[in-house]
């Protein structure tokens, strides 16, 4: 008599079922994610004709700005710190300019900030170390991005 095997067939495939929800989770997660990485204050900048900087920068730059209700934020790397007080952003910039001098520093303002304000600012860059400060502005007919 032949023997016949009713027992289970080895399968050659992949059951890419598991793997289907693993990325559907991590997709979901990324999505969720994601909005909470844009770190940023809103700045209504003013309008300038100014020259752009050029695009290649050895090192990413030291931002201050301050926003409409006077407030400081600084961003070093992807640190952003604030609203912080003017000592706090001194010794900040004084650590990273201290590790590169040639780092370079922007500064942004909103355009309903009064004068005296900026200025202080100004002197906050100047008692940390800061030679040179860019002003970070929007072209003339470009609109006001969101932050």
């Given at each position: 008599m032949a023997h016949?095997?009713?027992?289970?067939?080895?399968?050659?495939?992949?059951?890419?079922?598991?793997?289907?929800?693993?990325?559907l989770v991590l997709l979901i997660i990324f999505m969720i994610t994601a909005p909470l990485l844009n770190q940023g204050v809103k700045v209504n900048l003013p309008k300038a004709a100014a020259k752009t900087l050029p695009a290649k920068m050895n090192d990413k730059p030291i931002e201050l700005?301050?926003?409409a209700q006077g407030a400081l934020y600084l961003?070093?790397?992807?640190?952003?710190?604030?609203?912080?007080?003017a000592d706090t952003i001194r010794s900040r910039v004084a650590a990273a300019l201290?590790?590169?001098?040639d780092r370079p520093v922007l500064f942004k303002a909103d355009?309903?900030?009064?004068y005296g304000r900026v200025m202080k600012a100004m002197v906050v860059l100047q008692s940390a170390g800061a030679k040179?400060?860019?002003?970070?502005?929007?072209?003339?007919?470009?609109?006001?991005p969101a932050q």
């Open positions: 016949v095997s009713r027992g289970r067939r080895l399968m050659g495939e992949i059951n890419v079922v598991p793997y289907i929800d693993v990325m700005w301050v926003d961003r070093v790397g992807k640190n952003v710190i604030g609203p912080a007080d201290a590790a590169n001098p355009t309903s900030v009064s040179k400060v860019g002003f970070i502005t929007l072209p003339p007919t470009q609109p006001q």
